[in-house]
């Protein structure tokens, strides 16, 4: 039983998708020492502290950069070392933990000492002899755990990319706490940052009515696929249609992968994984994602699969492909690896993105096709959004750039050999800043004309012509 609770619990908090950039709150993982074999550890938890040596430094938040804090370092301690591993874990110390961050206390390689919850920014306590930069820590627990396999030996590293590993980290710690019931690692409500339809509209260069159509489509038929040629922004745009749902940039609701010509139902779904001692069935992405789900059945999740029509879809899906279906949501079926019944929560929503330019890929099965809606994208190069891309550039030659584009891509639209899934996107030149020449010229020269080289490969008397007309714009 309190197996089966730890398996629920481990999906309930899964997280595989990190990314920082969207959502600076989100909340991660940090295995710290408190000083050489945990000797401030006993200090440290008596007043729910974490700190950090080097004390001749001063305070962290005078210097810059890292290379400033290296600098430093070797001005202070001598110059025969790069101390850079020291200067990114000051770094991090410094700027990189928030508040709401869980931190994994260990004792040399082996042993997990305690874990607790960041209460507080940076601190630089000059009253305190050592160990002076500290943060306040909620230490919700102490005592010994076997930490699986060997630790790094750094005083602070970043664990949260390793998601297996957090995990098993987790894991352990709560299967030693005796009382299931009791406080839990994931107890504290993160905020995110709001995001509505306009904030999309700003970003993704697409009208409203699209918008609107594309979100209806969405919630209409569960399965969406975004195709469109390269450039138009659908991985951009994929990420940013949930949070507008969502109205808030919880990334701990999406979850992004990438199909490959390898990937596999095992990959996806289920499947046995090699380990020391022989193979353990091990639970794909999308299992746990959707079992997440399941436990928070009032609130929206978005699994997003890049290149889409990259992978053998039927052998991906295997059974889900029923399961996906917008009236087959919470329905059920057993599981091909163990006897488990398996469905789809209905607050599951599938995007999947597909370049039309790629020539080499298979195009999708009919089955598949069947369940998912599909949205053309377009170059958004007369949207609002773009407009203002076009004011900030605040360059001429940029404005007579586009337009320059906007005729080619008539120009490949009517080519018989191509159309309009292989027209520009608008992503080659998007810019939030005053564009230069050089800008100008390096996508010309390293991004439009490649891509204009293989469109027209057999015809070097239009590769020739656009050549000249894009850098002519260049020379007016």
Partial sequence: MKAQMLEREIAANDNTTINHSDNKNKRRYWLYSPGTGASMWDEFYADGIMGLGNEEMGDLTQFAS??????????????DRTYMNIAHAAWQFANEIQPGDIIFAKKGMKII???GVVESEYIFDADRETFNHIRKVNWKKEGEWPHPGQAAQKSLTEIT???EYVEELKRIVLENNGDMDGEELDEIEETYERYTSQDFLNEVFMDRTDYERLVKILKMKKNLILQGAPGVGKTFAAKRLAYSIMNEKDSSRVNMIQFHQSYSYEDFMMGYRPVENGFKLAQGPF???CKKAEEDSERDYFFIIDEINRGNL????????MLLENDKRGHELELI?????FSIPKNVYVIGMMNTADRGLAMIDYALRRRFAFFHMKPGFNSEGFQQVIHNASNLKFNKLIAQIQRLNEVISEDETLGAGFEIGHSYVCF?????DEDLSV?????LLPLLEEYWFDELEKYNEWSQKLYGVLND
């Fill in 432 to 436: 939030d800043k005053v564009v230069t």
């Fill in 161 to 163: 990319p390793y998601t």
């Fill in 443 to 447: 996508v010309i020269e390293y991004e």
């Fill in 66 to 79: 890292k290379e400033e804090m290296k600098q430093q370092m070797k001005e202070l301690y001598g110059q």
């Fill in 113 to 115: 000492i305690g874990y």
């Fill in 287 to 289: 299992y746990r994602f």
């Fill in 337 to 341: 690896y163990r006897n488990e019944k």
């Fill in 314 to 321: 039927s052998q991906i899906f295997g059974e889900l492909l």
